[in-house]
């Protein structure tokens, strides 16, 4: 909104009351260029120093974190019990990980600037608005609604096709990640073909959420560009309105004693109305450019009219501000997709695990090894409808050595598990020396 300021002043400096003429008391066309030259000069600079900052800043502090919540998250996997893995593909962890801290850092990073950016902008832009021209404010504000509707209604959309690819990719990747892992079987079995379709009906799911995205993308800009040329039309519209009203107003409170209507002027130029004759010639002393001083006008307020730079200065100031909103839509949606990600993310590193190694309160007992099973049920948490045991009772005493034999699935690794912890039982006890194991 600065250069609203900046290129509302040039226009009017430009254009003084009665030009450049030999008796004008304003500085020259030179002189005016490069003093807006210069100005123009320190805004670029301030705008360059400004953004490095900007983008500096919280890119490094969105790789600081990122970092951070992976390693609170690699914490808090091996942290989890055994049967939480099993509920999980072998590659949808490190997947998950790898995709969401990518959309945290890019939520937390440079969108998060961009999204301070535009929010100064659109609050200094309303504010320096009003301040120069509050009418003309309030007409440019009719279109604001259309501009924040289109925003947050592109905003609604990419949010939902984002949370949507993202959840086809890591499922994806996932599959890729678990077939590279056991190629061998993959190739034994000849399950090339049935892999790579698993896999292409995931990214298929992914394509059309980017299809959708990217079409809304395209219609959202289009409504907001519509209505940012409308905005155009309307405000130089009732610029110019107000302007000759302003014109017309002064003159009429503040005619001229030396100058009249259909005649020449003293600027050497015949105006066929007050207003006209009065705002571009300095000479005839009235209207906006009366000077009251040394008049029995002297204390009584002359009325504030409205410049031709007031108009642009005041619609930049105030679509820049209206447009900055909708133009905030792209980062809200990238903190959005940042806080679904983290939330991923976080469901994972806040969860409590049923057995908690890190537990410093549990017993730490010599062992012996009388190894004792009492009417022990158990079923794994991924087939609750299978039972392994079903009231096993199993003594092995202190010394001993005892062999597990049967075919495969019997359970004979289910009772090292349990004896492990790994799981913990449906129904009756597990004990080592008399302590219980879970």
Not at 227 to 241: D, E, S
């Amino acid at each position: 909104p600065l250069f609203a300021i900046i290129f509302g002043g040039l226009i009017d400096d430009f254009n003084p009351p009665g030009g450049f003429g030999p008796n004008s008391t304003a500085d020259s066309p030179r002189e005016v260029a490069a003093e807006y030259a210069l100005l123009f000069c320190y805004l670029a600079i301030g705008t360059f120093v400004a953004s490095v900052c900007q983008v500096g800043c919280f890119t490094v502090t969105a790789e600081r974190q990122a970092i951070r919540i992976r390693q609170a998250y690699l914490s808090a996997v091996l942290k989890q019990e055994i049967s939480w893995f099993d509920e999980r593909r072998s590659g949808e962890l490190s997947a998950k990980v790898a995709e969401n801290t990518v959309v945290i850092m890019d939520g937390m990073g440079e969108k998060l600037g961009t999204l301070f950016q535009f929010g100064s902008m659109f609050l200094s832009g309303f504010i320096i608005g009003f301040y120069y021209n509050w009418l003309l404010t309030l007409v440019i504000c009719a279109c604001a609604p259309l501009l924040a509707l289109g925003g947050f209604i592109m905003m609604k959309v990419l949010a939902e096709a984002q949370s949507g690819g993202l959840n086809a990719y890591s499922r994806a990747g996932a599959i890729a990640d678990e077939a590279i892992q056991t190629i061998r079987t993959v190739v034994a079995f000849g399950a090339e073909d049935k892999v790579a379709k698993s896999y292409d009906k995931e990214l298929v799911v992914a394509e059309d959420f980017g299809i959708h995205k990217a079409k809304t993308q395209g219609l959202g800009m289009g409504f907001t560009m519509g209505v940012y040329f409308l905005c155009y039309a309307i405000a130089f519209w009732y610029g110019a309105v107000l302007i000759r009203n302003d014109n017309v107003a002064a003159a009429e409170k503040y005619p001229s004693s030396v100058c009249e209507t259909n005649s020449i002027t003293p600027c050497g130029v015949v105006f066929d109305n007050a207003g006209d004759m009065c705002s571009a010639c300095p000479a005839c002393n009235c209207g906006c450019l009366a000077n009251l001083s040394g008049t029995a006008d002297v204390g009584i307020e002359k009325p504030a009219c409205t410049q031709g730079g007031d108009i642009p200065l005041v619609f930049f100031a105030v679509v820049m501000g209206a447009f900055a909103l909708g133009q905030a839509a792209p980062a809200i949606t990238a903190l959005t997709n940042a806080k679904i990600s983290a939330a991923k993310i976080y469901s994972t590193i806040d969860r409590k695990p049923a057995v908690n190694v890190d537990d410093d309160q549990g017993k730490k007992p010599v062992i012996e090894g009388q190894i004792v099973f009492k009417d022990v049920s158990f079923s794994y948490p991924t087939r609750n409808e299978i039972k392994v045991f079903d009231n096993l009772n199993l003594t092995i005493e202190k010394g001993k050595t005892v062999a597990l034999v049967g075919g495969s699935g019997c359970g004979k690794s289910t009772v090292v598990s349990l004896l492990q912890r790994f799981y913990d039982i449906d129904n009756g006890t597990v004990e080592i020396d008399g302590t219980l194991v879970s």
